[in-house]
C-alpha cells in the first residue's frame, strides 16, 4: 500500500513551518491571497521557505490572480509548486511552466471525472469542499463518496480534515495526498504543534 503524503497549508510563522517538518509533513502551503487570514507577504514566504530543512515541497496558493501577481510572487519566493484555487483554465495554470495542482470544489450533481480531466495536465487536483462564495479553507468535509474510483490524476484530499477524521478519509478515498489548514490550527494562521503531530501520525497510521 503507498504511502499518504501530507500538506499542512495556510503556514504564516516560520516556527510553525518548522514545526510542520519536524512532524513529517512532506509539502507546505503559502497563502498568496489577501482577503484570506492566512495569507503572506512575499518577506513572510521568503523567510519561512529559506528556513525549512531540504525535502519540503513548497506550494504557493493562488485564487484567481492576475498573470503580473503570480509572477511578481515567482520572481520573488522559490515555490515548487503552485496552486491554483479559483477559476483558473487549463491553459492558465499551465501558462507558468511549472507543475502545478489545481483544486476543485466537489458538488454532488456534477460529473467530477470530468472536471478532473479537463486539468490532465495538473501535477495533482486537490478536492475541498463546495461552500458558495468561498473559494476554500471552509473546516468543512464533504461527501467523500462522491469521489470516482481509479481517477488517472493524483488526488489530495482536502476540506475540513483533522486528527480524528483523517483515517476514516485515507481508507474512503484512497487519495495521494492530504491537506490540513483549519484542522490543524490554534487559531486562523496559527498552527497548534500539537495538533499538527496528532494529523501526521493519523495520515501515517491510516
Known amino acids: 500500500m503507498s504511502v499518504v503524503r501530507s500538506k499542512i497549508c495556510g503556514i504564516t510563522r516560520i516556527e510553525d513551518a518548522l514545526a510542520a517538518a519536524a512532524a513529517g509533513a512532506d509539502a507546505i502551503g503559502l497563502v498568496f491571497y489577501a482577503p484570506s487570514p492566512r495569507a503572506v507577504s512575499l518577506v513572510q514566504a521568503r523567510a519561512i521557505i529559506a528556513a525549512l530543512p531540504p525535502f519540503i515541497t513548497t506550494v504557493g496558493l493562488f485564487v484567481n490572480a492576475s498573470r503580473s501577481e503570480v509572477e511578481a510572487v515567482l520572481a520573488a519566493v522559490p515555490l515548487d509548486l ?123 497510521g491510516a
Do not use: M
Open 82 to 204: 503552485l496552486q491554483f484555487h479559483g477559476d483558473e483554465t487549463p491553459a492558465e495554470c499551465e501558462s507558468y511552466s511549472r507543475p502545478y495542482i489545481k483544486a476543485l470544489r466537489v458538488k454532488p450533481d456534477e460529473d467530477l471525472a470530468a472536471r478532473c480531466a479537463d486539468y490532465a495536465t495538473a501535477a495533482g487536483i486537490l478536492l475541498d469542499t463546495f461552500v458558495p462564495g468561498v473559494p476554500g479553507g471552509t473546516g468543512e468535509a464533504f461527501d467523500w463518496s462522491l469521489v470516482p474510483a481509479n481517477l488517472s490524476t493524483p488526488i489530495i484530499l482536502a476540506g475540513g480534515l483533522c486528527a480524528q477524521n483523517v483515517s476514516a478519509a485515507i481508507a474512503q478515498v484512497r487519495p495521494y495526498a492530504v491537506d490540513v489548514s483549519g484542522g490543524v490550527e490554534a487559531s486562523k494562521g496559527i498552527k497548534a504543534h500539537d495538533k499538527l503531530q496528532a494529523f501526521i501520525r493519523a495520515v501515517r
